[in-house]
């Protein structure tokens, strides 16, 4: 007898309520607790920033805005929905990043763009290596910068592209596909690399650094965002890292971590590989990163999630993949976690997540 899509059966549920219901009441326990401890310490923390006028972007803003600081507009159609890890609505990484339930901003790439300065009749040539999704190469082109964009998954570039309003824009990026860029490198030079979110996923890193230092003008810059490793989700991404090279498997999709060093240790590969570290910032706190969603998102992605997505397999439900997760760290809390890591940023910056850099090649 053929039972009805999205019924179960009661041995079923037993054994999914029986996998998950423990672990959610830990979950739960430990969430009460970390409420308790810190919720008083978070809320007069907030207070004392904003009596003294220091309260960041992300507790004056509310909700995010899409153009946020760029005027940009960006046109949404339901192939948007297709596009692997789109961020075509979010603000460019030049300025911030809407992630972890914050509105984080940043001024250490914009001040370096302000720095760019280049002949009138010379335009700014500049390569976004690792696209994506196009957000940093259509701001880039809004100023008017000549982009090369490339991505391993030239699909996503395309689905990507159709998402925005290039009316209005005299330059428009050009789409490369990775691998064929790489072999073809005749004459190519750049005023402006970006790297955003990229380095942490190539398997030849030293060649792939390399090419890009060979890449830049004399006076040209890097901008790049890599992870920090001392962080919960890159031991997270490390063990999975390892789990596969035990088992031989080499995933060159793009998509896992596969580089893990902490900020001290990037500032020496940089430096070792013909760069001068302009500028370093750290971006993504440690309370909010760490002590918040990583503490109850790895063990979650780690033995809830599977539980999850395969309870809603069964029932035919359709579950978005980390979305459980997200419940043990909304907005409002965020917001005041942010506000202590802002406070005490100078005393754990060591531990955030993100590493900002600004990078010129050597004399």
């Not at 896992?256 to 590969?269: A, C, L, S």
Request: glycine share 6%; with cysteine.
């Amino acid at each position: 007898m053929n039972r009805p899509r999205g019924r179960l059966s009661t041995g079923t549920r037993l054994l999914v309520l029986s996998a998950f219901i423990p672990t959610l009441a830990v979950a739960l326990a430990l969430w009460i607790l970390m409420l308790c401890l810190f919720i008083i310490p978070l809320f007069i923390v907030y207070l004392i920033r904003r009596h003294s006028g220091k309260l960041s972007y992300n507790s004056k803003a509310g909700r995010p805005d899409p153009g946020d600081a760029c005027n940009l507009y960006v046109q949404h159609d339901e192939g948007a929905s297709n596009i692997p890890f789109d961020r075509t609505n979010d603000v460019s990484k030049i300025i911030g990043c809407n992630t972890r339930n914050v509105q984080y901003r940043w001024d250490v790439f914009d001040k370096a763009l302000n720095k760019l300065t280049l002949p009138p009749e010379k335009p700014v040539k500049a390569l976004d290596f690792g696209a994506g999704c196009l957000r940093e190469s259509y701001h880039l082109a809004s100023l008017g910068i000549h982009v090369d964009a490339v991505d391993l998954d030239v699909e996503q570039l395309k689905l990507s592209y159709d998402q925005y309003d290039w009316s209005s824009l005299k330059s428009k990026p050009v789409m490369h596909d990775a691998r064929e860029w790489r072999s073809n490198q005749s004459g190519r030079e750049y005023d402006l690399i970006l790297a955003f979110d990229v380095l942490e996923h190539v398997h030849a890193l030293d060649d792939t650094v390399e090419l890009l230092r060979d890449r830049l003008t004399a006076d040209g810059m890097m901008f790049v965002t890599v992870p920090n490793r001392v962080t919960l989700f890159e031991r997270y991404w490390r063990m999975e890292n390892n789990r596969r090279r035990r088992n031989g498997v080499m995933d060159t999709s793009g998509g896992p971590h596969v580089n893990f060093k902490t900020p001290r240790e990037w500032k020496r590969f940089f430096s070792g590989k013909g760069f001068v570290v302009d500028a370093h910032e750290m971006g993504i706190g440690f309370f909010v990163n760490d002590m918040w969603q990583g503490l109850f998102g790895v063990p979650i992605r780690l033995f809830q999630e599977p539980i999850v997505r395969k309870g809603a397999a069964l029932a035919g439900w359709n579950y978005k993949p980390r979305s459980f997760e997200t419940i043990f760290y909304p907005r409002w809390l965020m917001k005041y976690a942010n506000e202590l890591d802002e406070a005490l940023k100078s005393v754990l910056k060591e531990r955030w997540a993100w590493n900002l850099f600004v990078l010129r090649r050597e004399p």
